[in-house]
């Protein structure tokens, strides 16, 4: 066990593990993410400009080779983790003079107890595509937002909404510079792991190429969660493609987070309470 990146991530909220994505699939996740790019409604990153093209993995079968890394899996054993399974991922790319992505943290179960545990409840496995670096929008995070109280917490709105998505006013606190955040520049083919409940936002693709992002969201041991958490988690995975290859669809079916018990979800809820309860 990687003892050293296991502490980053609990106390931190991410740790990037270097060159666990081989050079081929770097090479075909960029051909094809291109071409799903290039069809795009010119409207779709007009709408949103702060996020970027969001594009679901199941847009293409060659998304489950991802899905199903065993590079990836390797990884996350490596973090002490039995396994990991998946619900959802998007292909995200910040055009060429794109502003700040917006604080957010991805995770949308806040009612559950367990989201106020170290176990992470959710974490991302980000592959990004270029090398990153501030100038071309890299990722920007509070260390420990995962599990603190942030005085940023209370500032944000909904995420998602049109205008944050469109970037209508810069001057919100979700764009706003923060004294405890840091960069996180990433060499492409490195796997960024982070908790789901971390704050997150990327500074503006000042450059002239796209800077784009595979997001995957994957369940570290779900066993360990309460029942509740396991039916929520459960609930929010689409299917797998029924136009897909056999094979693909086969894979990624293998990593999915079904939840086969009959416990009520908790409801989904994006809205991190303030202060968090104690526990
Ligand atoms: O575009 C990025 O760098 C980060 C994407 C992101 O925030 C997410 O996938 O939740």
């Given at each position: 066990?990687?003892?050293?990146?296991?502490?980053?991530?609990?106390?931190?909220?991410?740790?990037?593990?270097?060159?666990?994505?081989?050079?081929?699939?770097?090479?075909?996740?960029?051909?094809?993410?291109?071409?799903?790019?290039?069809?795009?409604?010119?409207?779709?990153?007009?709408?949103?400009?702060s996020?970027?093209?969001?594009?679901?993995?199941?847009?293409?079968?060659?998304?489950?080779?991802?899905?199903?890394?065993?590079?990836?899996?390797?990884?996350?054993?490596?973090?002490?983790?039995?396994?990991?399974?998946?619900?959802?991922?998007?292909?995200?790319?910040?055009?060429?003079?794109?502003?700040?992505?917006?604080?957010?943290?991805?995770?949308?179960?806040?009612?559950?107890?367990?989201?106020?545990?170290?176990?992470?409840?959710?974490?991302?496995?980000?592959y990004y595509?270029?090398?990153?670096?501030?100038?071309?929008?890299?990722?920007?995070?509070?260390?420990?937002?995962?599990?603190?109280?942030?005085?940023?917490?209370?500032?944000?709105?909904?995420?998602?909404?049109?205008?944050?998505?469109?970037a209508?006013?810069?001057?919100?606190?979700?764009?706003?510079?923060?004294?405890?955040?840091?960069?996180?520049?990433?060499?492409?083919?490195?796997?960024?792991?982070?908790?789901?409940?971390?704050?997150?936002?990327?500074?503006?693709?000042?450059?002239?190429?796209?800077?784009?992002?595979?997001?995957?969201?994957?369940?570290?041991?779900?066993?360990?969660?309460?029942?509740?958490?396991?039916?929520?988690?459960?609930?929010?995975?689409?299917?797998?493609?029924?136009?897909?290859?056999?094979?693909?669809?086969?894979?990624?079916?293998a990593?999915?987070?079904?939840?086969?018990?009959?416990?009520?979800p908790?409801?989904?809820?994006?809205?991190?309470?303030?202060?968090?309860?104690?526990?």
């Amino acid at each position: 066990m990687d003892s050293a990146k296991r502490t980053q991530l609990d106390e931190a909220g991410f740790c990037v593990l270097p060159r666990v994505l081989p050079d081929d699939l770097l090479d075909r996740l960029r051909h094809v993410t291109q071409e799903i790019l290039e069809n795009l409604p010119a409207a779709h990153e007009e709408d949103n400009r702060s996020t970027g093209s969001m594009v679901s993995v199941y847009e293409h079968p060659l998304f489950a080779e991802l899905i199903a890394l065993p590079a990836a899996q390797e990884a996350i054993q490596t973090l002490g983790f039995s396994t990991a399974r998946f619900s959802s991922g998007y292909v995200i790319s910040k055009p060429p003079h794109s502003p700040r992505l917006f604080w957010h943290y991805d995770w949308a179960g806040w009612d559950a107890p367990d989201s106020f545990t170290q176990q992470s409840p959710q974490i991302f496995l980000m592959y990004y595509l270029t090398n990153t670096r501030r100038e071309n929008g890299c990722l920007r995070v509070v260390p420990g937002s995962h599990i603190h109280d942030n005085d940023l917490i209370p500032l944000l709105d909904e995420a998602h909404t049109p205008e944050l998505l469109r970037a209508a006013d810069p001057s919100r606190p979700a764009f706003s510079d923060r004294p405890d955040e840091m960069d996180v520049p990433i060499t492409a083919g490195d796997l960024l792991i982070g908790d789901a409940r971390l704050l997150h936002a990327s500074h503006a693709n000042e450059s002239g190429e796209r800077r784009t992002v595979i997001t995957l969201w994957f369940h570290p041991d779900p066993h360990n969660f309460g029942e509740r958490l396991q039916s929520f988690i459960g609930d929010m995975l689409p299917d797998p493609p029924a136009d897909w290859p056999e094979e693909a669809r086969a894979k990624t079916e293998a990593m999915l987070a079904r939840y086969h018990g009959d416990a009520e979800p908790w409801p989904w809820n994006r809205h991190r309470p303030y202060p968090a309860p104690s526990q």
